[in-house]
Structures are given as structure tokens and as C-alpha cells.
């Protein structure tokens, strides 16, 4: 399969069809997109059969992405409607899975102490719990609370335990009836760093952006429907070299340069040859916006009250 | 039982001594201090039988203090000093309980985001941990290497999920010999905030010195031996005001203005009265040094390097 | 003068009036509140003469304190209400000062590092800089826009030097007509910790409600207008003990147990003792809700976004 | 003028010289390094003349690299090790300078909240001060003790002040006899990121590196001699692009597949073309480390202590 290098369906289905001429969806792809203003794009990807899962390599199931603009300059104002947007979408995709009160449990992957990677971990401290208040003091809730729970299970290089592991565990002693799961991506596209959020009912396997494939967090794994959050805070320093080639190519084509050696070039998948000249053994480089400390806070709060208003 | 309003067996111990006017220890008590230079003292009190625990309320088994004077201004000599005396008497607990290359899972309880209660996470980011090493590249390591493996489960508030539901999940999948539990204590000493480490291998009950008692974390509980290393982080506010009226009191005693009301207020327990005077219904006031972020940076460098000496 | 040992004027007139037994305010104090809704409080005093300046040692001017209920509970629209609250007093101080579009410079005091002393340079972080805009890309603003520009110039114990030289030095070169200081302060009341933002054209003594006097930050030190907006984040430890004492004797004289010692010692100042009492020599201890670092967010954002409308 | 795109004088010597073909290097530059140990390398640029300071673009002086190997993985023991190599040569520097006790200033520019950029800061918050004491408390201290004093005056994008505008007014105060000023650099290799320490006596550009050009901090503005201390934290994102279309490019030609189209290409500089295909207007992507979080600590711990040893 063609190594996409990100993990939105979006993107992949973006790619699959440039790469194959393609003016419309292939058959078992069905997208549809939504402006709801100026600022905020809500993009919605269906897989309905095995030729769109092998064409982008995402499994059956509905991808909604949620983009936003300027992020970085966008007051509390912008900040709340985008996390609206968020709810109603996160709420439709609830309902096709699970009863209204249905018990949920929210989980933030990552590490809090790599900034890109800190997201779950800091929206599962804004996430509003009720699982302990309705065993201790049921008397302060309403009494059709939805029972929420929520886990911050860390990273397999600071656990040295797999996620999936972890979450087994807990699934079996909470018996929730759903996981929410929020996980970094990794994007195609450096605009789209902490400014867009993907709502997929059909689980994710973390890491899966930046090479480093773990075990699949999915409802074949965990025995529940899992609903993945992915918001992408990286694109691999590799992935910008590669594509900036591609379209330097491309540019020199234009201006009638072309020739051989570039028409074949054009063609090939830059990204691995690439990758062998930049990476020193000891590092995983990234593209990130300098802002990524402030940006990663406002995303915060658009998952996270995105998610509130969506299950309680 | 008296109300300690400490998690330190010393000075649980010493708080009985005084209030029975004991010169010595009762039966089932045996302490001993060790000095180590002028910065450092390592006390252990060990209990024994019953009569012990019901004195000063703690279980059978050992309980070491080390303490370290001017922490606030302790350079990198003295903070590595005092992670070797914690290697030394972690080391010795751990022979007690299972063999030289046994696994271990490290738990780190607490709130990341809540200054003094961070101590747990912060050290559990910073332990060797082998166990996906072992699993997935054991050609890089050492053949006869410790299976170690390290989680931060979050506190009740954030997940919703009780610290023990977490563990018991985990414990049944990776199967560890024993645990070591990172904790934040209360003290009753504002001297010792941030400035001892209590190491019993008794386990614990997180959070009973703050006045929330959580399921207990202990072999009976986890089926395996369990070390907690405790750190005191926060006396309570009211214990400050409780003891600051006994010594006046005192005080006013011994410059002869001794008279029956204050006689009788001498032998009571003021703190449930200033408990109830000082708490505003919603938080939970303690008492800290204005430099408890440094503190507790300082702390997880002597508890994480005393831990990855001693078992690794 | 009395220790009030609060920085806030409106506790240190309630405990002037209650030290005297006066029902209404001294001459040269006069007060008015203002309820804007069941959370939040609005108290303005202003000291008219010499007189009401020595009675509660606060310089003659206006002090005008919000008060915010259950801050650690409050949502977003709580929080922007309660901004709009310190915009509108903002607002109306500035208006007997400077002219609309004067310059002005922003300055957080306290220690980044130090959580309750860091809502200054947090503060700091999120107000809206024109100047460098002005002098570099004035196309991309509007034509009227008012020079605003800020600081954060550390603590003395960080940088060695005093606040007031640094802020001297800038403000000579930056020359702003009028100056807003943010800064910690201490309290009496725990229930204000990070719940209040007393507003005051009088300037301030950087931590004078601790105990560490700084040169002063006012017009006569500075050349300008200098507004003042405290929010208190600490109560002393100390402060806490005296005052469950003072509490303690009051409740034992009410149950009829009163006596000559009693009645002497409710009418002296019982903080000196206890504070030798309590203070080991190397800490400044406090007492502070173990939720401060959320509070510290929450009320950076009140502080920001109340600055943020008021100058632009 | 070339565009090196470092900050690095070792690094652009290196460019300079590949790029002129040059086995040694020309007169008015000269060079030596020595190896510490398999870890750590100093290298050591001197410019002694005009023809130096065009070919490489930077002012006659002194510039010292130190180059530490796998810093992610480096202990406590090779930190230390490496901030007594970092002290050795910055007392060398301050030696052909000022006498023994002459008062310094030390500047950490950058901003706090931007990870790669927060270097200065935090190294401030570590530095030794003693200019508050000499002042107040001059008897806790020896008699000969040097004065030195410390700012973090922040960056133009928070407080609208140019960094010269901010330490002139200080420097007029405080009246120093040489600035130590520590900042983040721009490098050309991504390896170097925060894993290197240039030492030079020639003052600096802040932000230089990443094209946001600001007034020179040197002795010609500040009348003083200044020392920098700069540590790459970024690399350029079209940096990174445009040096791999280099190698790749180099590649094809060694493979025979040298054209004239390449060939031209080859001599070309890629980096600006490839900036405007890569930046969205808003942000600015730098390239960094995935533990760039990490790496900053370990770099301040050198950084602060080289310092703490240098001058005290």
C-alpha cells in the first residue's frame, strides 16, 4: 500500500485520488463537506466497503474532520463555536453506537511531557467525571447522570506497558459501554497542526503517524465500540522534505525544465531515501509550529468542553 | 484511636511517647536512628505485634525515615547523597520481600497538575523502565535485566475510577512480583514538607492523611508485597493552627498563668473544633513552603535516582 | 499601626471597624458595594484624607475589590462575566488618570516558578501588545490604536535587582503615561485566595504583605499614574493560626469559660508568637487551597481579558 | 552575502570552506578543536580580520563550540562533566575581559511559554545571584565576592520593547561590567539541537537565526563587553527541505544521472524558493527533537551550572 503519512482519512483520500487522477470519490468512498463559516470546515469521509478500505487503508466507518482556521489568533469567542461544532458531531456519532446514558470511558493517550504529544492527557484533566460521585455521593447528581470515567494510561517508552494492556484491564473492572479515545496525529499538511480535529467511529492504533505501530486500540481489541479524537500536532520532518521535493519538481516541469531524470523522479516515492538522509539514529524530528505550547492549549479546551457538552 | 493526623510512623511514634510521657518504646516498637553526616538522619521504627500497630494505628512491618536538612538549599552533591542512602535501605526492604531479579511495577500516585501533590507522576517519568525493552529489543539490554514497568493511575477526582480498580487491572496483565508506590504524605511537622522519605513495606492507604480515605493499596488487596515511598508534601492547615494553641498554651503555662480552663483545654484535641472554623465548605486548605515547586523538583531527583540504583 | 497583615483595603476597614466597634466608616473612609449577581461582589473604598490614611495605613485613593464566589467551580461564562466586572472599574480608573489613547505599560510582578506568585507574568503572557506593532507594522492597525506595552521583570531573589530600578530604567526609555502592576497579594480571609482582584490608583509596595518590603512602586517613585490590581493568592500560616486562636478564645468566652487570662489574651496581637512559633528559619510558609495552580489559571484569564477590553 | 542559515560559527566555516572547496582555512580564520572525551568536543573558531568577518558574516572574536554527544541519554555524571568543560572555557573568555571580581550581568533571552525558545529564561532561574545580597545582607556572604545580577527581560512579541531598549535602562542602573547573555540559535543541523553550546565575546543579533532580525546586543550598543552563550534549539523547516533536495540531488549525480538541469540546480540555493512553498503566512515551523522538552532541562542543568562555576 502507498505509505500516506498521515493519519486522516481526509488527507489519505486527498492523496489517493491526485495520485489516481481522480475527479470524484471511488466507489465504497462517500464524502460530503460542510461550511458552517468563514473559520470552520467540517469534512465527513464514509467508507462503506472493503475497495475504499484497501484504496486509503482505513477501515470501514465514518472519519469526520473538523478544521479550523487561524487557531492561533482565534479569541474565546471562535474557540467555543468550534468545540459546538465538535459536540453536535461527536453526539451524532454516539448515538449510532450506544443508548443515551450509556456509561463512557474517556481515554488520553500520550505523554504530558512532550508538548505535541500532551493532548489526551491534558483534555482528560478538563473532562467532566461523574462514575466516582455516583457510587459516593449519588445524592449531589441528577439522577440519569450518564456515568462517565476517564484514564491518562501514559506511554509505552515511560509504562514499558502496552495501551492496550492497560485499557483491558480497566475495561474489565469499569464495564463501560463505549471508549472515547483522544490521540496526537500526524498530518500531511503543516496548516492543519492543532487545527483540526478527526472524529472516527472505528478505533485508532496509536502511533500508527509517526512509524511507530502499537498494538490496535479497536472494538476488535477492547470488545466495545471505540470512538477515536485525533487531532493532528505533527507532520514528520521527512514528510515536509519529500513533499517539498515533489513540488519543486513540479515547478520545474512547469517552467518547461522537464526532462528524464525528473519525470521519473516525480514519480517516486521520495519520502523513504529522504528519510534515511535526515534521521540520526537517536532522534524522531518533527515539523511543528513554534506557537505548539499555545496552540495545544486552545485545542485543549475545544476537545474538551467538545466532549462535555456531547456526553452529559 | 487518636487522631495523628500524620502518615509518618516516626512521628506517630513520637507524638505517642509524648502523650504517655514514655521515655522509651513499648513493646512492639523498635526504633533506631542512624546518622549519616550532618544533612541526613535515617530513622526506622519497626512493629512488631499487635500491640505496636494499635498504639500508633500502622501495620506490622518496617518504616524507615530519611530526612534531609536545607533540602531549599541542598546543591547536586547533597541531592545525590541522599538518593544513595534511599537506594541503600529501598535495597534492603526489597530483599525482604523477593529475589535479585523479581519484576517490578513502580506506581507514581497524585495529580500531575496540582503542585504539591505532583511528586508521583514526576518520578514515574523519570525511572528506568525495561519491560517493553525486554519484550520488543532484548538484544540491547543486560540478559539478566529486571523486568520493570511503571504506571501513574490519576486520582479518584480526575478518573472516576478508584486507584485499586486501576491497579488490580494492570497487576493481573503484567504480573509483577511486587509493587513500589510513590506517594505525596501529609506531615505533622511543617520542617519535614518536601524534605523526608518514609519507605515501608507495608503498603498503603492513598490519601488517609488528608482526610480522604481511599481502598488501601497492600498485599492484602493486591496479592503482592507492596514498598510505599512516602514524601511529605502538605501539612493541613488546621493541624498548623492546632498545634500552634497547644504550644501557646504551653507557653502560657510555663510562665505560671496556668489556671483550670486552660488546663483542660491543654488535654484536649482542638483540631476538629479549628477544622470546623477554618474550612470554607469548598476547599481543602494546606499549608506549603512558598518554594514547593522547587521542593518537589529536587525530591524526584533523590527518590527516581534511588529507585533506578536499587533496582536496576 | 496595627499589623493588618492583609494588603487588601476593604479587610483591613472591616477590621478597623471591628477593632473599634464602629458600626459606620471614620471620617476620611468612605465605602459602597455594589452585588452584580449571586457570585460576584463589588466593594469600592476610598480613603478622602490623612485621617482615613492612618487608620488603615493605605495610601489616600480608591480601592475597589471583586469578590468571586466558588471561582474553583466556575465555568467559562462565569469567568467572561466577572472580566467584563474588572474591565468596567479598569475602565473607570483609567478615566480619571490619563486620556483615552495614552500609553500605557503593563508590568507582572512575581516569580514564573513560584505558583502562587506567578498570575503576574502568566498575566503578562496574554495581554495585547501594540507597540512594537505600531513602531514596526503600523498598516496592520488601526490608525488610533493606544501604545500598550509590558514587562515581566522577575523577583528580587531571581535577579538581584530591585523592581523599581528595572521598571525606572524601562520607563525612561519606553516613557508610557500611565502604569497597570499586577502582583500577588496576601489576604486575611482564605476564602479569597485567587477569588479577588482589588483594583487600586495608589500604586503598590511589592510584597509588603508578606513581610519583605520592596522600594514602592507609586507615582512619587515612578513619575506616573500607577494602577494597582492585587490579587490575593497566599494567607501567612501564621495569620491562619492567630486568627483560629482569636476565634477559639471568642467561642470558649461565649460558652461562659471566660477568665482574666482569656480576656487578656483576646486583646493582644497573638500573631508576633506564633509566628516565632511556627517559622523555622528557612522557609516562608503558606497556606493556599490545594487547588491554587487551576485558581492561578482561571483568574489569569479574569485578569487578562479584564485588562485586554479595558485599554483597547 | 551567502545565507548560512546558522548561527553557528563552526557550522558556517564548515559551509564556507566546502562551498570554496578549501582543505584548510583562509587567513583571518582559525581553527582548532579538542576532543574531552568520546562524548564531548570543543571546537574553537577565532576571527582575526576583516577577510574572516565578510567570509563568514560574523565580527572578529572568539567562538567556542562545545558539542556534547547523545545528550538524550546522557546521566547526571556526563551533565556535569560536560558544564565543567562549558565553565573551563566561558572563565577563559571572561578572563581576556574583565579582572577577577568585576560585576556581571546575566540576560536570558527568550520566551518561557515557547519550549525550544525558554532555554534563557530557565537558565536564569538558576544562576547564582548575589547583587541583592551584597546590598542587604552582605555578611552571609565572603568579602570578595563578585556581583552579579540577572534579567529575563522577555520577547518583543510579549512586551512591544526592543530586548536593547529593556537592558539599557538596566545596565544604566545596575552599571555591570560585562553582559552574559543566553540564547537560543538557529543551526543548520539537526543533530546540534539543543546538544551544543557556542561560547563567543562578540555579542549577539537576537533571532538572527530564524529571521526575525533585531537590534545587535554588543559592546557597540550596550558600551560594554558582551559575552553570548547560544544553544540551537531549532532547525528551519525549509531548511531541512532544502538541504535534503541537496543531498538527494548530489545523489543522483554520483549515480550517473547527472544532468544539465540538475547541474544547475545543484549550485542554486533551494532555501527560498522552498520557504515560499512551505509557509503558510501565519506561522512559523521550526524542525526539533520529539524531546526537545527533555533536552532543555539537560541543557539549563549545563548552561546554569557552567555559569554558577565560571563566575563565582
Do not use: C, W
Not at 205 to 210: D, H, L, M, R
Amino acid at each position: 500500500m502507498y505509505n500516506f503519512r498521515t493519519d486522516l482519512a481526509l488527507e489519505r483520500r486527498d492523496l489517493y485520488n491526485k495520485a489516481h487522477n481522480l475527479k470524484n470519490d471511488i466507489e465504497g468512498i462517500e464524502t460530503e463537506e460542510e461550511k458552517i463559516d468563514d473559520n470552520i470546515l467540517v469534512s465527513r469521509v464514509k467508507i462503506t466497503n472493503e475497495k475504499g478500505e484497501e484504496a486509503i487503508g482505513k477501515k470501514k466507518g465514518n472519519y469526520i474532520t473538523v478544521d479550523v482556521k487561524n487557531l492561533k489568533i482565534a479569541n474565546e469567542e471562535e474557540i467555543q463555536k468550534t468545540s459546538e461544532v465538535v459536540t453536535k458531531e461527536l453526539k451524532a456519532l454516539l448515538e449510532k453506537h450506544i443508548a443515551e446514558k450509556d456509561s463512557i470511558l474517556i481515554v488520553g493517550l500520550g505523554n504530558i511531557y512532550v508538548t505535541p504529544d500532551s493532548l489526551g492527557p491534558k483534555v482528560i484533566n478538563e473532562v467532566d467525571i461523574t462514575r466516582h460521585l455516583l457510587e459516593y455521593m449519588p445524592e449531589v447528581l441528577d439522577k440519569n447522570t450518564r456515568e462517565v470515567s476517564a484514564i491518562s494510561p501514559g506511554v509505552l517508552g515511560t509504562t514499558g506497558i502496552e495501551t492496550m494492556e492497560i485499557l483491558k484491564g480497566i475495561i474489565d473492572n469499569v464495564k463501560p459501554k463505549l471508549v472515547i479515545i483522544i490521540d496526537a496525529l500526524a498530518s500531511r499538511n503543516i496548516e492543519r497542526i492543532s487545527s483540526s480535529v478527526q472524529l472516527a467511529d472505528t478505533g485508532i492504533v496509536p502511533g500508527a503517524g509517526v512509524g511507530n505501530a502499537r498494538k490496535e486500540l479497536t472494538e476488535n481489541t477492547l470488545g466495545i465500540p471505540v470512538i477515536a479524537m485525533g487531532i493532528p500536532t505533527v507532520v514528520e520532518a521527512a514528510t515536509i522534505a519529500a513533499d517539498s521535493l515533489t513540488l519543486f519538481i513540479k515547478k520545474a516541469q512547469e517552467n518547461g525544465e522537464s526532462n528524464d531524470f525528473l519525470n521519473k523522479l516525480q514519480e517516486e516515492d521520495k519520502y523513504q531515501i529522504i528519510k534515511e538522509i535526515l534521521a540520526p539514529e537517536e532522534y524522531n524530528f518533527i515539523v511543528t509550529p513554534k506557537e505548539i505550547d499555545s496552540l495545544i492549549e486552545k485545542m485543549k479546551d475545544i476537545v474538551a468542553r467538545g466532549i462535555n457538552f456531547a456526553i452529559n
